[in-house]
């Protein structure tokens, strides 16, 4: 399968996200925290979605994805909307050789895709090298709520002419962890036969005590926890949690 169906498959896949709502709440946060620069860290970047939209509303935006192939359509997205990014392919929890940020994101809940807490830790203590005094650390995860209640032994489908996809979740090996079993069904133009593509996704999260402890280990000091683009404290059934940090001289 060639990065260009990868990307069309995946950016499908999250058609519906909320984009919107990431930008603005990254824009606020800076308000709020006083964040005088714009030199601005996309950390797991993928497809380059929210890199264009944040280099768009004025940040200098450098973007970094473990694939290979994500780089490559965010490259291309950004020549069309006629924004300037640097891409770099780079494992978060491998982060080095980058500048000095006002702003890293690591957002749309990527950080959960991190197998171990090892890997969490270390991208904690990767980002707080690479910001600058005063920056801020924003991230959002999945709840323990969601991958419980939510995604394990769930089915999600979805029936279009162009493209179909059915979604399983089963339990991870890890505690609150899943496996996100996708199957995608898509039509072949020429032959007007559908395709089919499989793709197997592993996500992990932890409770708000644990990444508040790695957060202060790494260096940093919490600034707010939320929830669900509500600016509220996390309820028992909050879905997606938000994290501000900041470093401080």
């Not at 519906?16 to 996309?42: H, I, M, S």
């Not at 192939?69 to 909307?81: F, G, R, S, W, Y």
């Not at 496996?179 to 072949?188: A, G, R, T």
């Not at 395709?195 to 202060?216: A, G, N, P, V």
Request: proline share 2%; glycine share 4%; net charge negative.
């Amino acid at each position: 399968m060639s990065y260009q169906q990868f990307a069309y498959l995946y950016d499908e896949l999250m058609k519906d996200a909320p984009y919107d709502e990431w930008v603005q709440f990254v824009k606020e946060r800076c308000v709020k925290y006083n964040v005088l620069g714009t030199r601005l860290l996309d950390l797991a970047c993928g497809t380059g979605e929210l890199s264009v939209r944040l280099a768009q509303d004025g940040f200098q935006v450098t973007g970094v994805d473990l694939s290979e192939d994500m780089l490559a359509v965010a490259q291309a997205k950004a020549e069309d909307a006629k924004v300037s990014i640097p891409f770099f392919q780079q494992n978060m929890a491998d982060l080095e050789g980058q500048a000095d940020f006002d702003v890293i994101g690591i957002l749309c809940d990527s950080l959960n895709y991190l197998q171990t807490e090892e890997e969490v830790r270390s991208t904690f203590s990767n980002v707080f090298q690479h910001l600058a005094d005063e920056g801020i650390f924003i991230f959002d995860v999945h709840s323990v709520y969601k991958i419980a209640q939510l995604f394990i032994n769930q089915t999600y489908a979805s029936s279009e002419e162009e493209i179909s996809y059915i979604w399983n979740s089963f339990a991870g090996k890890s505690p609150n962890s899943v496996e996100h079993e996708l199957s995608f069904f898509v039509l072949d133009e020429r032959t007007g036969k559908y395709e089919r593509f499989d793709e197997l996704h592993f996500q992990r999260t932890y409770t708000i005590q644990q990444y508040s402890k790695w957060l202060l280990e790494a260096g940093f000091e919490l600034l707010e926890v939320s929830a669900d683009f509500e600016n509220l404290e996390p309820q028992p059934e909050s879905e997606r949690i938000f994290f501000i940090a900041k470093k401080y001289k």
